[in-house]
């Protein structure tokens, strides 16, 4: 993105509908970060200081409340590829979790976008900013375990889960007690001496 680009887009104002939603919603201190325009006036991939929201063009204004936001704390993975005409795509991995301690992977949202804007660094650092710590663990018989750490919002501690690389290593007795034992040790050494 060229200084001109930059420029332009801090004193471009941000499409109604885009404002409307960062408006309507239920925290009062949520703020527009950057958005991009989606691939054949879909509408809008935007980035908040809460989470990624997905505005459509074809949204009722009195709808705009009802746009969900993906916080940036249940982003397992984001990346981007740009095409080199301002535009690209992202693939977006969100977390859910499954039971306390225990995160799974959902199926991948993908975004073209038309223009991205300032959208892939600010994505980049948001999501880079709620974890905290990541390291792989092995598990028997093959397979692993991530074990992440993570900032959430309005929490002084940070939240350890595990994400299986497999699902279904979850339902593997041993896999699991592995798993337990990992995460256990992981919160165990980041606590305060």
């Not at 459509?56 to 982003?75: F, N, R, T």
């Not at 600010?122 to 093959?142: F, I, N």
């Not at 750490?149 to 593997?172: C, I, N, S, Y």
Request: glycine share 10%; hydrophobic share 40%.
């Amino acid at each position: 993105m060229t200084l001109l680009d930059r420029v332009r887009q801090r004193f471009t104002r941000p499409p109604e509908l885009v404002r409307a939603v960062v408006l309507a919603s239920s925290d009062p201190d949520e703020r527009l970060l950057a958005w991009g325009t989606l691939v054949r006036g879909e509408g809008w991939l935007v980035a908040t200081s809460r989470g990624l929201r997905r505005v459509p063009a074809d949204l009722a204004l009195p709808q705009a409340g009802e746009v969900g936001v993906l916080p940036w704390h249940e982003v397992g993975t984001a990346r981007w590829t740009a095409t080199g005409d301002g535009g690209g795509r992202f693939e977006v991995t969100p977390l859910t979790e499954v039971e306390p301690g225990v995160q799974a992977r959902l199926p991948v949202e993908r975004h073209a976008l038309a223009d991205a804007g300032g959208l892939p660094p600010v994505v980049r650092r948001r999501v880079d900013q709620t974890v905290v710590a990541s390291r792989r663990a092995p598990l028997p018989g093959g397979g692993g375990v991530v074990l992440v750490a993570r900032r959430l919002p309005g929490q002084a501690e940070r939240e350890w889960t595990v994400v299986f690389d497999d699902d279904a290593d979850r339902d593997d007795p041993t896999a699991r007690e592995v798993a337990r034992q990992r995460l256990a040790e992981a919160v165990a050494a980041d606590q305060p001496g």
